[in-house]
């Protein structure tokens, strides 16, 4: 390594401690046209390392010395350490790698959304639905063989929860049994898509699940005194393309009774000859205005009576899941149950979980849905507005409920509840019922809530508080975990319900069906 030394003669002499390197006039910065590329070179090209010494020179004392400022070392020095950075980065960062990582995405998001593991495909059900006895035998009755009449509703609901499609259901079944036609069922329907599967909350869920996964019964092809309902894959070898007629629900008379309404339907196809028919369903034939108003209680009378509602069950796959869950919602043996004098006053059936109060909790997407509620003036749904039910839901008109916040904010207590709210109704609830020791949640909300909810009603005098998350399922009871949450309210010996919610409605339908005494039925 050579250092420097000025020479009285104007020359830059470079020498190490033995030798004189080399000896070069000085050039005026100026005049130096090489200069920047020297100084590109210095900074930017790798420097071999050495093991010579050092020898500081002293300056001539004809020549001025300069000393470095405090200020100029640190300029030169500290941006060393980002340029290395840099280049470091830049380095790395090749198109090769770029390229990989890139393509290496799509993989992690499978991987990620395969985490969850594979649903169920549900075949033994489908084969279960394909071995009806109304399938595949002509030699039934004419009304449910070779001369069969068939109805089917193509433009089903699809792609909603299990209760807005269950209302519906009952109802197309319901019409399909006054006309005195088999009623052709539908899978559920979540995606329509050539793959068994669909993505959804970052994991795979089955696009179609069979409904005899969900219900059984005359809807789900259940023995029934009249024609029993067929699946849509049998409606496809019976029915073929050139037997079918289509009716349009857009030539349906704007009818808002519902009563009325089935009557006009019925008339329709009882008139009609041909024996497979489909009914479209755009505009709905029984829609949202209708389930979510009074004017669905003017078919109670009729449908209470109809085997539609009276022999509607859950499927063996739902009842098992309950079975498997009994310990969650009987009384421990410290605490047995108890034959009181008021067991005939409620209407408790032999099959009623005694002691066990079922509260439906609405969480997720209601935060921003009973807010529009308010925006719409929107009532309970139909059947949670029997004129028998003790709570009803009537809205002030004076005061600050004329604004929107007032309003929203009397929404709010009876849509999205809050603890100190849920705590108050449950303890109004014990007091008119002294044997209710148990609750059980039901609720899609977060875990951290529904634990604070727990001890909260524990530390009120609760003895056990249970929810959906500490239902048990296996992977196929996995995804009608709902119905189960369903049948254990059915059961209760009291319910407390969201009167906005189709799940609620469902659920004090079927209880008002078992002739449950309306005053165990109750609402935020």
Not at 220 to 231: D, E, N
Not at 269 to 293: A, H, I, R
Request: glycine letters at 6%.
């Amino acid at each position: 390594m050579c250092d420097y030394d000025y020479g009285s003669a104007g020359y830059l002499k470079y020498r190490t401690v033995s030798t004189i390197c080399l000896t070069t006039p000085l050039i005026p910065h100026s005049l130096s046209m090489g200069s920047w590329d020297g100084v590109a070179r210095r900074f930017f090209s790798p420097q071999p390392r050495s093991t010579n010494h050092y020898e500081l020179l002293g300056a001539d004392e004809e020549l001025p010395t300069r000393r470095a400022s405090p200020t100029s070392r640190r300029r030169s020095f500290s941006p060393r350490w980002l340029r290395t950075g840099f280049f470091a980065c830049f380095h790395l960062l090749t198109f090769r790698r770029v390229l990989i990582f890139i393509l290496s995405i799509p993989v992690l998001l499978c991987m990620g959304v395969l985490w969850s593991g594979i649903p169920p495909n549900y075949e033994s059900i489908r084969e279960f639905e394909r071995h009806l006895p109304q399938h595949h035998n002509v030699s039934l009755t004419s009304v449910e063989g070779e001369h069969a009449m068939y109805l089917r509703f193509p433009e089903h609901l699809w792609g909603h929860g299990l209760n807005n499609i269950l209302q519906e259901i009952i109802l197309m079944s319901q019409l399909a049994y006054l006309s005195n036609r088999s009623y052709v069922f539908e899978d559920y329907t979540w995606r329509h898509t050539p793959f068994p599967y669909a993505i959804y909350d970052f994991a795979l869920r089955p696009a179609r699940i069979p409904i005899n996964a969900f219900i059984s019964g005359p809807s789900a092809g259940g023995p029934m005194p009249a024609p029993r309902a067929v699946s849509s894959e049998y409606w496809e070898t019976i029915c073929p393309p050139a037997k079918r007629m289509k009716i349009s629900s857009k030539d349906a008379p704007n009818i808002e009774e519902g009563e009325e309404l089935m009557a006009w339907w019925v008339e329709k196809l009882k008139s009609t000859s041909e024996e497979c028919v489909e009914v479209g369903n755009e505009p709905p034939l029984f829609s949202w205005f209708l389930f979510g108003s009074d004017r669905v209680l003017s078919l109670w009378p009729t449908l209470s009576e109809s085997p539609i509602v009276k022999n509607f069950a859950w499927s063996p796959l739902v009842t098992a899941g309950l079975a498997r869950n009994l310990a969650l919602l009987t009384s421990s043996p410290s605490s047995p149950s108890i034959d009181r004098s008021d067991s005939h006053d409620l209407g408790i059936r032999v099959d009623t979980f005694r002691g066990l109060v079922a509260v439906h909790l609405r969480r997720g997407d209601y935060v921003r849905h009973c807010p529009r509620l308010a925006q719409w003036g929107a009532t309970y749904m139909g059947f949670n507005q029997f004129p028998s039910l003790p709570d009803k839901f009537s809205p002030p008109t004076f005061g600050t409920l004329n604004s929107l916040d007032g309003r929203t904010q009397y929404y709010m207590s009876h849509c999205w509840p809050d603890v100190p709210d849920i705590i108050s109704k449950l303890a109004e609830v014990r007091a008119e019922n002294p044997g209710l020791r148990r609750v059980f949640v039901l609720t899609n909300g977060w875990g951290w809530w529904i634990d604070g909810l727990r001890k909260a009603l524990q530390e009120d005098g609760w003895e056990d508080v249970r929810s959906s998350l500490d239902v048990r399922v296996d992977a196929e009871q996995k995804y009608v975990a709902m119905a189960i949450d369903m049948a254990i309210a059915e059961r209760s010996e009291v319910f407390i319900g969201n009167g906005f919610s189709s799940l609620s409605s469902n659920i004090v339908m079927l209880r008002m069906a078992k002739e449950m005494d309306p005053r165990s039925n109750r609402f935020w």
